[in-house]
């Protein structure tokens, strides 16, 4: 019976230590920003005080193009002694045409695809690496200024709204020598999005398969009692 809550307990742990949907943020006025806060995680859960910020403001918009400005800021802490932000991205509705005109020293590579550790792939991304995945040796460190930069989107038509989702952040380069990390890799999202609803049911399944086994292990407390 113990194994069973343990089981059941370390189920859930794994179902709470999962990658949220997406936030999504909307723009539909020159001027709007979203200051978004990302973690960072792996496959085995989150890495504490792996943590960036990007600043996201649609800086103008005229007929069928979209011109966005960014800031990038690797906001790593202890037990973080090393990282770096090598590429960001998202999703975005309506879907775009072609990519226009791109600016920025630190992330000058546009790309499309695979994120890893369960991030959903991405229509576009800005990479220092040579793809969404980042890699190479680029990106923003723990003690390096902001990166920032534009990028223009073109549209078949005019947008009156613009909705960016599945936001990430690919880190490099990680070193936390109290959790035996060193050159590692991670993701991170938007920090304090909702679970998907099939995680909250699964949890939900878990909660109640655990009370379930609490009931029959009382049952037959009592049946011995007796």
């Known amino acids: 019976?113990?194994?069973k809550l343990a089981m059941a307990?370390?189920?859930?742990?794994?179902?709470?230590?999962?990658?949220?949907?997406?936030a999504t943020y909307l723009f539909d006025s020159v001027g709007d920003s979203y200051v978004i806060d990302f973690n960072g995680f792996t496959d085995t859960g989150t890495i504490p005080g792996l943590t960036s910020e990007i600043t996201y403001t649609l800086s103008a918009l005229s007929g069928t193009t979209a011109t966005f400005s960014y800031i990038v800021d690797n906001t790593s802490s202890a037990p973080v002694t090393a990282s770096r932000v090598s590429s960001f991205g998202f999703n975005i509705?309506?879907?775009?045409?072609?990519?226009?005109?791109?600016?920025?020293?630190?992330?000058?590579?546009?790309?499309?695809?695979?994120?890893?550790?369960?991030?959903?792939?991405?229509?576009?991304?800005?990479?220092?690496?040579?793809?969404?995945?980042?890699?190479?040796?680029?990106?923003?460190?723990?003690?390096?200024?902001?990166?920032?930069g534009t990028f223009q989107f073109n549209f078949a038509s005019a947008p009156t709204t613009i909705t960016l989702s599945d936001l990430y952040v690919r880190y490099q380069s990680i070193d936390a020598p109290s959790l035996n990390i060193t050159g590692g890799s991670a993701t991170g999202i938007p920090v304090g999005v909702?679970?998907?609803?099939?995680?909250?049911?699964?949890?939900?399944?878990?909660?109640?398969?655990?009370?379930?086994?609490?009931?029959?292990?009382?049952?037959?407390?009592?049946?011995?009692i007796a």
């Open 1 to 3: 019976m113990k194994q």
């Open 9 to 22: 307990a370390a189920a859930l742990t794994i179902l709470a230590s999962a990658p949220a949907s997406a």
């Open 93 to 148: 509705d309506p879907n775009f045409t072609s990519v226009g005109t791109v600016t920025g020293a630190v992330f000058p590579t546009v790309s499309s695809g695979n994120v890893p550790n369960g991030v959903p792939n991405v229509e576009f991304c800005l990479t220092a690496g040579p793809n969404c995945a980042g890699g190479a040796g680029g990106g923003v460190g723990i003690s390096d200024p902001n990166a920032t």
């Open 194 to 224: 909702v679970p998907e609803p099939t995680t909250w049911a699964m949890m939900l399944a878990g909660f109640f398969g655990m009370g379930a086994i609490l009931r029959s292990q009382r049952r037959r407390r009592l049946a011995a």
